[in-house]
């Protein structure tokens, strides 16, 4: 059993930063890509970032110079900092852990205000 717990979500303002958190624990033999989702109200699940297990990034183009994806290998861990937000931003974000299969975090609203 593989569970992923996300942290971080919350209300900014426009042109400020959050950063989200997403621990995975349980039966975990090695982790390949990790990486985010999100999902605004009434639009489809749309792919923001990924991070291989040796640290390539790759991003939407929207975010691209924005947000920051990283991981912290040896605690299951991947990060999203998102700086320069907008409203446009505001969803709710999910992470995601490619063992076997894929495996999804519970997902995190963040609400960016103009």
């Known amino acids: 059993q593989v569970q992923l717990v996300e942290s971080g979500g919350g209300l900014v303002q426009a042109g400020g930063s959050q950063r989200l958190s997403c621990a995975a624990s349980?039966?975990?033999?090695?982790?390949?890509?990790m990486g985010w989702f999100r999902q605004a109200p009434g639009k489809q699940r749309e792919w923001v970032a990924a991070i291989t297990s040796g640290g390539s990034t790759n991003y939407v183009d929207s975010v691209k110079g924005r947000f920051t994806i990283s991981r912290d290998n040896a605690k299951n861990t991947v990060y999203l900092q998102m700086n320069s937000l907008k409203p446009e931003d505001t969803a709710v974000y999910y992470c995601?852990?490619?063992?076997?299969?894929?495996?999804w975090g519970q997902g995190t609203q963040v609400t960016v205000s103009s």
């Open positions: 995601y852990a490619d063992l076997v299969r894929r495996h």
């Open positions: 349980g039966s975990i033999f090695s982790i390949n890509a």
